[in-house]
């Protein structure tokens, strides 16, 4: 139940890289596509990702790691609608890739001991819940966006692929929002 | 229903790279994760991947090409069990790459028009398919082992992220093997 710092930071070192890697240069027909109303494409994918990098997992690391018992401020899951328009998707790629640089580099000067992973801080919808816990969510929530873009990418061609559709799983994973 | 060439192979050049980027040196407890039995982890994918460049895309390719009336041979789908035996990671997506530089170079080398597209080949189990269809699962297949090797990692913190399980949908895809 405990993680190791230093596979978890394994994958979130990579995360900005594998994803500019996929999505650098690629045609609209991909970066922008959905697999339905209310998804979220690529582009849109990145900016969350962005966003979660500025509010999310250092602010709540900060929080538990000052003791604090009030619970984390709540997200705004969608604030790159707004925040992201006008932006290209390259200019999006590198401001998560530079954030993710910085935030990484404040995790390593924390210097986190495995007992500072049992540390405690209070969700605002899911109660108690540790800093380790914390940690393992922002690796899993890397990876969730990753299968994401790759799912959502693979929609684009469900039609096209014809009788072969019967051996590609994807395309049937997650047929609605949500 | 019918794929445009330059944006298919927009997916398949940055495929080798994109799991290189998230896979290369990564610590063996994600490298080689499964989500279950029966399942592969990211180094089979990789040498699945590998296969398939061998032996499924471009030999049927050729064979619409040639205007075989025969079905394709039937493939393996297992065979990177025996033939990655001994073969580090880093040696297996070295080899993919190389195998995919190739492959794109004799697609490319093929010069295939929009009409080519709607050729037609007998697949073995499918029955009648087009040399379109045939490329659309090309890039399908690769987004679908991207979106597995995310998943697949993501699982090895199912119960490390505590309550956020309830966020990370990623972590109830699959539960089963096939």
């Known amino acids: 139940m405990s993680i190791n710092l230093a596979d978890a930071v394994a994958v979130l ?3 900005p890289a594998t ?9 609209e027909v991909w970066a922008f ?3 339905g109303e209310g998804t979220w494409s690529p582009y849109d994918v990145v900016g969350h990702l962005m966003q979660c990098e500025r ?14 018992t009030k619970p984390f401020a709540p997200l705004n899951r969608t604030a790159q609608f707004t925040d992201s328009r006008g932006k290209s998707l390259g200019e999006l790629l590198a401001t998560f890739s530079e954030l993710r640089r910085q935030n990484l580099a404040e995790l390593a000067a924390l210097g986190l001991s495995s007992e500072d992973l049992g540390r405690r801080g209070l969700h605002p919808d899911l109660g108690d819940v540790t800093l380790g816990a914390l940690v393992a969510t922002w690796v899993v929530h890397d990876l969730d966006h990753v299968a994401q873009v790759a799912r959502t990418m693979a929609k684009v061609y469900a039609e096209e692929v014809g009788p072969w559709r019967a051996y590609l799983s994807i395309l049937r994973d997650r047929r609605n929002p949500g």
Chains 1, 2 share one sequence.
């Open 55 to 68: 509010t999310n997992w250092i602010p709540r690391l900060r929080h538990i790691i000052a003791g604090e």
């Open 19 to 27: 994803l500019a890697t996929l999505l650098s240069d690629l045609p």
């Open 13 to 15: 070192e990579r995360t």
């Open 33 to 35: 596509s959905r697999e």
